[in-house]
């Protein structure tokens, strides 16, 4: 009885290590890592020839650097004044 014991802990062993080596030879799983999305710049803008605009930071004048954190409403704002024509892109 002990033998058999003995015999079927070695072949558990033996099957374990065959298969941690067929795993290392032949993944069946390969794990990719995803990429990052690439880091879109945000888009500069500046006002307009002939044109001012009021921010939080105070009045803007023809040719100022303008970002979205200088309006309460952030980048919508940004958005309305570019079609408005009071901004133009960098």
């Not at 945000?42 to 303008?66: C, F, H, L, M, Q």
């Amino acid at each position: 009885m002990m033998q058999e014991f003995m015999m079927t802990d070695l072949a558990k062993e033996q099957e374990k290590k065959e298969v941690k080596k067929a795993a290392v030879e032949k993944p069946e799983k390969v794990i990719l890592r995803k990429k990052a999305p690439a880091k879109k710049e945000p888009e500069v803008y500046k006002v307009a020839k002939g044109k001012s605009i009021t921010t939080k930071r105070g009045v803007k004048a023809e040719g100022d650097v303008v970002e979205a954190s200088f309006f309460a409403d952030g980048a919508e704002t940004l958005d309305r004044l570019y079609k408005k024509r009071f901004l133009e892109k960098k």
